[in-house]
């Protein structure tokens, strides 16, 4: 039995970085949902449809874009923005059922967030933000893999940071992270997941010496915020060993590093893993630019080893096979818990879930 997360559809998901979308058509699955992205010509606008043509299903990402609107590759059904077909060959009638799905949009933080849930509770207010994304205080790398596993092994994975400790020693991890316990902090009802891990003498890794140039020890806290399904943050301060925020709340003398991901399941056993590292330091560094992006390419490179293997492993597995659950697990196990409830409120459409 391979392993498999259910997916909570009334949900607003990241489809792509917004310097992604442009007068390039782009294709991504949302939830097994095949979609075709574009930016129109006209005001810039993000448009995303299914990317299925109703004739016989070519594929509209590999068709063109004729001003906005999009002439599908094989035969030529031509759509508009919103979805419906304005041309078909060879006949002048336009068959009233041609048209495909156009999807709810809020582009927001660089990302592009889409809905392919019931376009009725689509309430743009809803999306979670992550300002630093774009905003001139912060210097950002970010990149997309994708990874071949089921969203739940992503969400695992990045809930429980002690295993940089182990799959990413020499780069992220030192002794530290896996010793020091975590406080787990759970809002059932906001769908907010928070776990920390404050290190108060802790070796720095390669990652922060490297970026920040400290020598020596460092106190380092590790503060994720999970929005239930796709958003992660993790709030990451390292300063020299000793060295803490002024009463004020000030922090001039410490290094801020916000780690964002959004987890966005593609189709059954397949995730877009998007990662995206913003600094308040040394922000117009080309150098600490290229040394964060390799470096943390290499950490996700690590867990989508780690999680395709994991994926292929749990597939040969018979099924009941059991897990053994620890306190590091506290974060994954509500993640868990809050997730089934998500897809389970999302199978009753007409009902409101947030
Ligand atoms: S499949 Fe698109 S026009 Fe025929
Ligand atoms: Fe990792």
Same mark, same amino acid.
């Given at each position: 039995m391979p392993h498999t997360t259910a997916f909570a559809r009334n949900q607003w998901y990241v489809?792509?970085?917004? !310097?992604?979308?442009?007068?390039e058509l782009l294709g991504r699955t949302v939830l097994g949902e095949p979609l075709v992205l574009y930016r129109t010509e006209d005001d810039g606008t993000a448009v995303v449809l299914a990317d299925r043509c109703v004739h016989r299903r070519f594929p509209l990402s590999a068709s063109r874009l004729d001003g906005d609107r999009i002439v599908c590759g094989? !035969?030529?059904?031509t759509y508009d923005t919103t979805g419906s077909c304005v041309h078909v060959p060879g006949q002048k009638r336009v068959p009233r059922t041609a048209r495909v799905a156009a999807y709810p949009v809020v582009e927001q933080d660089s990302f592009v967030w889409v809905w392919?849930?019931?376009? /009725?509770?689509?309430? *743009?207010?809803?999306? *979670?933000? /992550?300002? !630093?994304?774009?905003? *001139?205080d912060w210097t950002t790398v970010s990149g997309m893999e994708p990874i071949d596993a089921d969203y739940g092994l992503l969400v695992d994975n990045l809930l429980d940071l002690s295993h940089e400790t182990y799959l990413h020693g020499g780069y992220i991890g030192t002794p530290e992270v896996a010793e020091t316990p975590i406080a787990t902090e759970v809002d059932e009802g906001a769908g907010i997941v928070r776990v920390s891990r404050h290190m108060d003498d802790a070796e720095c890794p390669p990652f922060y010496a490297r970026s920040t140039g400290i020598e020596g020890r460092i106190t380092r806290w590790q503060d994720i915020e999970y929005h239930a399904p796709c958003l992660y943050l993790l709030h990451s301060r390292v300063a020299p060993v000793g060295v803490l925020p002024g009463a004020d709340g000030r922090d001039p003398d410490a290094f801020h590093t916000e780690i964002t991901y959004a987890i966005t399941p593609s189709g059954d056993g397949h995730v877009y893993d998007f990662w995206a590292v913003s600094r308040d330091f040394a922000r117009e560094d080309e150098e600490v630019s290229a040394v964060m992006r390799d470096f943390n390419h290499t950490v996700v490179m690590q867990d989508v080893d780690a999680l395709n293997l994991l994926q292929r492993t749990l597939g040969t597995e018979r099924g009941g096979y059991q897990e053994l659950s620890i306190n590091i697990d506290t974060g994954g196990l509500a993640a868990r818990r809050i997730l089934a409830r998500l897809a389970e409120e999302g199978d009753k459409p007409t009902e409101r879930v947030r």
């Open positions: 489809a792509a970085f917004t !310097h992604e979308v442009g007068r094989y !035969h030529g059904f392919v849930g019931d376009p /009725a509770l689509a309430d *743009p207010t809803t999306v *979670p933000r /992550a300002r !630093h994304m774009d905003s *001139p």
